[in-house]
């Protein structure tokens, strides 16, 4: 008797294809990896393509951390059209000419969008309202708001302006940008909010992400590529790459294994996260500081 194939263990760097959902790519892993142990850290919209992480098995506990990571994009925003979706799935609500609009007004318009500030998500969107996703509301064609949140875009760039002319004759201006955010930052609603700004509405028509935390794009696999041959980052190796790293010996390793708040270096205090290793580069646990002391908030060893 054959015994069965033990699943991997550690981080899958995927590019998602269009049209997926976060789901849909978690559900295709599960058979690829043959483990219901699967996870995503951070969903991507159907429409958009680009790096998504996924756990296996024991990785899975490294998720709910992981999403809190930054976030890099490349994107297309289309001044000129609002959509019922702020992206290119809705259909379009209303249409204005952007013969008017001159890079100056984009370039202050996108200030206005950058560093700290406040953001209203877009309602079709998976974020839950009195504990209904916000798009299940909004399907069902409920009148209903969603409280602005702080968030951060630490980069907004244009890297190109192109004249174009949309389906029904509009002129429509598209910029091609790239973004640098916090976790929970929605990039269709800033193309919302800068078509607003400008007075012609506006909505993302195409969307890659290429960075989660320190996973890039060229670390990624498409769905294709994992079926020929799963690539697997080490749990380890995904804990070194994404958080500080804290090397103990073998008395404190073995104490902190058995439960026991460690005192932790100042260098760590306040910091979030930290990797714990023992000599021999073994991953012991993520802990974070509180009051002096190792707090586990997931133990490997």
Partial sequence: MTSKPTPPDGLVIVDKPSGFTSHDVVAKMRGIARTRRVGHAGTLDPMATGVLVLGVERATKLLGHLALTEKEYLGTIRLGQNTLTDDAEGEITSSTDTAKVTRDAVDAGIAKLTGAIMQVPSKVSAIKIDGVRSYKRAREGEDFEIPARPVTVSSFTVYDIRDAVAEDGTRVLDLVVSVVCSSGTYIRALARDLGADLGVGGHLTALRRTR???????????????????????????????????????RRARLLLNGVRLEMPDEYAGGGPVAVFDGEGRFLALVEEQKGKAKSLAVFG
Avoid at 219 to 234: F, G, I, K
């Fill in 212 to 250: 989660v935390g320190p996973y890039k794009l060229d670390a990624a696999r498409t769905l294709d590529q994992l079926q020929q041959e799963l690539t697997v980052m080490p749990v380890a190796e995904a804990a070194a790459a994404a958080f500080p790293r804290w090397q103990v010996d073998t």
